[in-house]
């Protein structure tokens, strides 16, 4: 508290700004001039009240009231704000004081705890947040990018590369560590405008601290595209024929300091590859937290790289579960001085890369489902033998695969199905106590709400039912 009192001071900081999340995962804020030391303090200390049937559609009206209370840690300087403020994340409390346990927050928070006392691993996470930037075209619009041929595109090609590079900065000025950023595969180009798409993937963290920071890169890039004069949209797809935007979630397990993902022998291990196996067995059902509007299953279509088979394979981006190089087998410089010497690299970089969620998700329920099936995984041998049995050397889609493909199971094909499975898969999430029940249940009626069973069948060949659709949930997540 007196650090940052101090900060307040130094940079003459005049607001302060509680952030939370809800159930829609979104950024919310509640701002306060700060009047005094005793005034700022008081405010960190006890936080606010706040009315949680507008941000909780699991809470009645007549008894909603809930505390937002700050959690100092998180505190950083609010870059787009025109007065100097502070803003600060926040958890929920009841009205005993204790946790509210259907908050997204602590939801994760108990998945991490169950995770780490029975097996004693503790996940890293990282995400890729992909998106798509919307340029209006001039009378002279020049050096066009060609369409699906975005990938690590330059400028002048790509219009909106100082603007992912400034969302780069400033994340980095706010205590998130980004990896890096690039322009994506997709480019669209329309009359009036071209959408071109990039990608920032955040550094691999502990999982209540990757959640934070995906919904605070969000709210980063959007207020970096407003600056610009641009909007941006996370929307999982936008016309059928052009790339997607995922989420895609890099995972890596650690055990005593070190990633237990590769054995000694630098191969991936028996304990990568039963969270696999729990991660395969669950993604049906994960889609209720990862994949939450019906765009997103637009998304989720054959012969694309986004998933729809339930299998896994090393570097193989048709697949679900997608095993990245990892520097393993190799061997770096260790300096410019030491160059005749290698040493091995460090197996932290080794991650298992979950590639069916979007932008649409709760990034702390879907961390939460995350944990919970690798919990599962590790606790269960039936899930080995679904990793062996599920294992993809190739295309899934190459003729050479066409008798395993006809044994995989597939991804939901509509929000309405989600909820089906996650109905049927509960009681993995109410393991433990880690979901609360009412929590599931109201997840499932909002998939449900969408009433989208037959999506598919009814926008694939009307353009513009299907824009409306896209339209709906351009700015979901």
């Known amino acids: 508290m007196q650090d940052l009192w101090r900060l307040v001071e130094r940079q003459n900081i005049r607001m302060l700004n509680l952030n939370h999340i ?55 300087v609010n870059p787009f704000s025109k007065n100097p403020t502070l803003n600060v994340l926040c958890s929920y409390f009841d009205k005993s004081g204790n946790e509210l346990d259907i908050s997204s927050s602590c939801v994760l928070k108990k998945a991490i705890f169950a995770l780490k006392k029975k097996t004693g691993i503790e996940l890293l996470a990282a995400g890729e947040i992909e998106y798509y930037s919307i340029v209006k075209k001039e009378p002279f619009f020049m050096y066009p990018c060609a369409q699906q041929r975005g990938y690590h595109e330059s400028k002048p090609f790509v219009k909106s590369h100082d603007m992912n590079e400034e969302i780069l900065l400033i994340l980095h000025k706010i205590g998130i560590n980004a990896k890096y950023g690039h322009a994506e595969v997709g480019c669209i180009d329309t009359e009036a405008a071209v959408l071109e798409q990039f990608e920032i993937e955040l550094d691999l963290e502990p999982l209540a601290e990757m959640a934070d920071h995906i919904v605070i890169t969000k709210w980063v890039i959007r207020n970096v595209a407003a600056a610009y004069g641009r909007e941006v949209t996370f929307a999982p797809k936008i016309t059928f024929g052009n790339a997607g935007s995922g989420m895609h979630i890099h995972i890596a397990a650690v055990k005593k300091g070190k990633n237990v993902l590769i054995d000694q022998n ?74 005749h010497k290698r040493k091995p690299v460090e197996h932290a970089t080794q991650t298992i890369e979950l590639r069916s969620p979007d932008s649409s998700a709760n990034s702390h329920l879907l961390l939460a489902a995350i944990a919970v099936a690798s919990k599962h995984g590790l606790l269960h041998k039936d899930c080995s033998k679904i990793a062996k049995e599920s294992y993809v050397s190739a295309n899934v889609f190459k003729s050479e695969n066409n008798g395993l493909r006809a044994k995989l199971l597939h991804l939901p094909s509509s929000c309405f199905e989600s909820a089906s499975i996650l109905r049927a898969h509960s009681g993995f999430y109410l393991e433990d106590g880690v979901f609360p029940k009412r929590l599931i249940e109201g997840v499932a009626k909002q998939l449900e709400s969408f009433n989208d069973a037959k999506i598919m069948a009814e926008i694939r060949n009307d353009t513009k039912k299907a824009k409306e659709y896209v339209l709906r949930f351009m700015h979901c997540g």
Not at 23 to 44: N, Q, V
Not at 59 to 73: A, F, G, K
Not at 279 to 304: D, E
């Open 266 to 339: 630098e191969d991936l291990s028996s304990t990568a590859k039963s969270i696999i196996g729990g991660l395969l067995k669950l993604s049906p059902s994960i889609t209720a937290f990862g994949n939450t509007v019906p765009i997103s299953y637009m998304r989720l279509v054959p012969y694309h790289e986004a998933p729809t088979n339930i299998c896994w394979g090393e570097r193989n981006r048709t697949a679900l579960i997608r095993v990245p190089l990892g520097w393993r087998k190799i061997k770096c410089f260790i300096g410019e001085k030491d160059k």
């Open 22 to 76: 809800p159930a829609d995962g979104r950024l919310k804020t509640l701002s306060f001039a700060i009047k005094s030391r005793e005034h700022f303090e008081r405010i960190m200390a006890f936080g606010e009240r706040v009315d949680g049937s507008s941000l909780f559609p699991y809470i009645d009206t007549e008894n909603s009231d809930l505390y937002i209370v700050p959690r100092l840690s998180s505190a950083f």
